[in-house]
Nanobody
Framework: QVQLVESGGGLVQAGGSLRLSCAASGGTFSRYAVGWFRQAPGKERELVAAISWSGANTYVPDSVKGRFTISRDNAKNTVYLQMNSLKPEDTAVYYC?????????????????????WGQGTQVTVSS
């Protein structure tokens, strides 16, 4: 099955930017809807962005709207999360996830249970 590896995390000052990458191998990644989630200590895993197979449809919740952007380059088997104007409360482990079981071209998914393949996560720490 497809495997996902996140990269691009690190330490950044408040107000700064990071771009996370989710690289896929071993599957037909271009047919998978993808989501980015984050989980901070003591908190539930939280969706921060989602994108359809085609890339035509995207979603970000109000908590990050205007700051985070999801995109994909299917030719490179990669999904990106551009994070701008970072805040200390954005500190978390960030995970990418794929729905490899359905192939709806223009659908995205917003729940943890919608995804069956997960990366190992990458730490993002935002200092004040």
């Amino acid at each position: 099955q497809v495997q996902l590896v996140e990269s691009g995390g690190g330490l950044v000052q408040a107000g700064g930017s990071l771009r996370l990458s989710c690289a896929a191998s071993g599957g037909t990644f271009s047919r998978y809807a993808v989501g980015w989630f984050r989980q901070a200590p003591g908190k539930e895993r939280e969706l921060v962005a989602a994108i359809s197979w085609s890339g035509a449809n995207t979603y970000v919740p109000d908590s990050v709207k205007g700051r985070f952007t999801i995109s994909r380059d299917n030719a490179k088997n990669t999904v990106y999360l551009q994070m701008n104007s970072l805040k200390p409360e954005d500190t978390a482990v960030y995970y990418c996830a794929a729905n490899s079981r359905t192939y709806y071209r223009n659908s995205y998914y917003v729940t943890v249970s919608s995804y069956d393949v997960w990366g190992q996560g990458t730490q993002v720490t935002v200092s004040s």
